[in-house]
T-cell receptor
Framework: NAGVTQTPKFQVLKTGQSMTLQCAQD?????MYWYRQDPGMGLRLIYY???????DKGEVPNGYNVSRLNKREFSLRLESAAPSQTSVYFC??????????????FGSGTRLTVV | AQRVTQPEKLLSVFKGAPVELKCNYS??????LFWYVQYSRQRLQLLLR??SRESIKGFTADLNKGETSFHLKKPFAQEEDSAMYYC?????????????FGKGNQVVVIP
């Protein structure tokens, strides 16, 4: 039982490059989320998908796009990476109906550095 | 909008001493509260849910609706408790589909 799987685990980008972070869950959860974690800032929600076919902005969506490809997969795209996007990115999922009643299951994170 | 406040960024305690991490929230309804823990370079893991009323790894947390708090406590800290701890709130109900997290507490247990 893999839970939530994120790829890649580490990535270094040059300013202006694009990339997609992948996330997949095998728990048949309805809701999926992307957070970034920065020192002193805690966890900030970038985008979320309450159910297959829907996506919504979180606190810090600028510079990112998402795709809920199917119930299992939720990807995060950086179209033109900036140094301010250097962070650790976590994907999470929850049963989601209604709301994350039982909390989230998190992936292992992607450590992204933009130079 | 709901907000979760963890006032202390860094908490250093000696092994065997009690540890208390404070969490206050602002929300008028009946939220569900969680504590998550993140050990060094690992994923976040659920530590406690208030609805479970359980003790995990010696930690307990009581929801105080009057004080809008959900403080995490352990009577005797161990070195393996060194980690980052996050308090989180689920407002509940349809349309509230995500958790609000505090900024976290870094706990360092000194041998």
């Amino acid at each position: 039982n893999a839970g939530v799987t994120q790829t890649p685990k580490f990535q270094v980008l040059k300013t202006g490059q694009s990339m997609t972070l992948q996330c997949a869950q095998d728990m048949n959860h309805n809701s999926m989320y992307w957070y970034r974690q920065d020192p002193g800032m805690g966890l900030r929600l970038i985008y979320y998908s309450a159910s297959e076919g829907t996506t919504d902005k979180g606190e810090v969506p600028n510079g990112y796009n998402v795709s809920r490809l199917n119930k299992r997969e939720f990807s995060l795209r950086l179209e033109s990476a900036a140094p301010s996007q250097t962070s650790v990115y976590f994907c999470a999922s929850s049963e989601g109906v209604p709301g994350p009643k039982y909390g989230y299951t998190f992936g292992s994170g992607t450590r992204l550095t933009v130079v | 909008a709901q907000r979760v406040t963890q006032p202390e960024k860094l908490l250093s305690v000696f092994k065997g001493a009690p540890v208390e991490l404070k969490c206050n929230y602002s929300y008028s309804g009946s939220p569900e509260l969680f504590w998550y823990v993140q050990y060094s370079r690992q994923r976040l893991q659920l530590l406690l849910r208030h609805i479970s009323r359980e003790s995990i790894k010696g930690f307990t947390a009581d929801l105080n609706k009057g004080e809008t708090s959900f403080h995490l406590k352990k009577p005797f800290a161990q070195e393996e408790d060194s980690a980052m701890y996050y308090c989180a709130l689920n407002p509940g109900g349809y349309g509230n589909n995500r958790l609000a997290f505090g900024k976290g507490n870094q706990v360092v247990v000194i041998p």
